[in-house]
């Protein structure tokens, strides 16, 4: 199953995106679902993943502005961000895991964020 991210763009500070990232196939399967992001010098990190349950991790930077999501019947799953400062700017990447696995195999391709100041 491949992912496309998408909805990435230029916002100012304190405005709202909303990624979306489309499977190439059900992942109605699969247990976990996240994102990522890497920022340009800085090493690729967890900004929030959900499993087929619906329970939610966020990184502590972007607890309370964003929020995952996930339509198994559409497998799809979106990034909702909020209150956007301009250190959230980076490539936003989608990612899954194989089954049930609470591991992260595939990352598509990314979608870039930025937010001005």
């Known amino acids: 199953v491949q992912l496309q991210a998408s909805g990435g763009g230029l916002v100012q500070a304190g405005g709202s995106l909303r990624l979306s990232c489309a499977a190439s196939?059900?992942?109605?399967?699969?247990?976990?679902m996240g994102w990522y992001r890497q920022a340009p010098g800085k090493e690729r990190e967890l900004v929030a993943r959900i499993t087929r349950g619906g329970s939610t991790v966020y990184a502590e930077s972007v607890k309370g502005r964003f929020t995952i999501s996930r339509d198994n019947a559409k497998n799809s799953v979106i990034l909702q961000m909020n209150s956007l400062k301009p250190e959230d700017t980076a490539l936003y990447y989608c990612?899954?895991?194989?089954?049930?696995?609470?591991?992260?195999?595939?990352w598509g391709q990314g979608t870039q964020v930025t937010v001005s100041s």
């Open positions: 990612a899954r895991g194989s089954g049930s696995s609470y591991d992260f195999c595939y």
């Open positions: 196939g059900s992942i109605s399967s699969i247990n976990l």
